[in-house]
């Protein structure tokens, strides 16, 4: 019987790490790729939508986004990732860690500035942000939204205005 229990998880184990996306990374923006056809979208990190624009009263507007996404690409575009599914998003994309050359992907972006820890998934890159925040890199050394004030703000510009009846 031990035997048999033990069997049944190894074959669920082989199957689910098989079952994860592995291959040469596409890039879609900062925290969402493609890996062997599989949209992946990496876990625990927020990075700048490809249309968000940073700066403040002391720096002028410039595409963050887009500057993030083709960072991102410069360094990951068509090498192997090797990834561990976490979850599914409610957008249906798998939810992964990834790695490349044995080194996470997340926490690169995070380190570099590039992406923000997304605590609400996740504390994995909490220091990792601090780091990179501390020795201002990237988008830390510049004015930014955070990236999920950003699509809440667009969310509410695309909502109809509602015409309240004072009647």
């Not at 993030?68 to 998003?89: P, Q, Y």
């Not at 994995?124 to 990179?132: I, R, T």
């Not at 955070?146 to 009647?167: D, E, I, T, W």
């Amino acid at each position: 019987m031990l035997r048999i229990a033990f069997f049944t998880a190894a074959v669920a184990l082989g199957s689910m790490v098989s079952a994860a996306p592995n291959g040469p990374i596409r890039v879609v923006d900062g925290d969402t790729c493609k890996v062997n056809g599989t949209t992946v979208r990496l876990h625990a990190i927020d990075a700048p939508e490809t249309d968000q624009m940073c700066g403040d009263a002391t720096s002028p507007a410039w595409p963050c986004g887009a500057w993030v996404r083709d960072k991102t690409h410069e360094m990951f575009e068509g090498r192997m990732a090797r990834c561990i599914a976490t979850d599914t998003d409610r957008y249906g994309r798998t939810v992964a860690k990834c790695s490349v050359d044995g080194r996470d992907v997340g926490e690169t972006l995070v380190s570099k500035g590039l992406a923000f820890a997304y605590r609400e998934y996740g504390m994995d890159y909490d220091l990792v942000e601090k780091g990179a925040a501390v020795n201002a890199r990237g988008l830390h050394g510049t004015g930014i939204m955070s990236p999920a004030a950003f699509r809440s703000a667009q969310r509410a510009k695309k909502r109809p205005n509602k015409v309240r009846n004072n009647a």
